[in-house]
């Protein structure tokens, strides 16, 4: 029995493209849309914040002005939004995309009521455009739009199991926390979320849960409260 009424899943753009690291793998997104819609079969409201790291990385753009390297990530954003939400569609689960950047053919404008409508209609609503400004990451979009809409939790799926004291790819004696708060989490600089979301996060009582999304099932797990990755309160 699921222990959240409403969730924020963030995703990260890399997650979709599985294991060719670019672009789309259908497989792979169908597979993780099968256990949202086991969300939704469970009476769970369903909200999903997905990065863009499989197409851009504006980081990695050298010279590019930011702002508008930011833009390209925000676009690419909203292209993996509207493929979670087709595939869910397919799949039988009502979908919506809504953007924070302003494309109304291709999804509809980000507007805190209507989203909130569509989760209490069962709909799971795919936030794409990030915050829709520059030099704030997807994590902070996550924060925020659990904020906004009141979600319980946010879901944070990686590729690491949780959150440790240090890079367990770099170090083998590398520990996992079971819980933190958030303040630990800023005090210690341990790469939960950027600042901006960590604090966003703690302002509002919103709770963290990063758990390894390799076993897509950590979903539901993590759904019925059962022990799985880190959580920050």
Known sequence: MAVYKRILLKLSGEVLAGEQKHGFD?????????????????????AIVVGGGNFWRGRSSGSMDRTKADSIGMLATVMNSIALADTLNGLGVE??????????????????????????????VVFGGGTGSPFFSTDTAAALRAAEIGA?????????DGVYDKDPNKFSDA????????????????????????SLCRDNGIKILVFNLSDPENIIRALRGEKVGTLVK
């Open 26 to 46: 259908f497989d792979v997104i169908e597979n993780v849309c099968s256990y949202i819609r086991r969300c939704v079969e469970e009476g769970v409201q369903v």
């Open 152 to 160: 319980d939790v946010i879901f944070k799926a990686t590729n690491v």
């Open 95 to 124: 979908a919506r995309v809504m953007s924070a950047v302003e494309m109304t053919n291709v999804a509809e404008p980000f507007v805190r009521d209507e989203a909130v409508r569509h989760l209490e209609a069962g709909r799971v």
């Open 175 to 198: 520990v996992m926390y079971d819980e933190l708060t958030h303040s630990e989490v800023l005090a210690k600089g341990l790469a939960v979320m950027d600042a901006a979301a960590a």
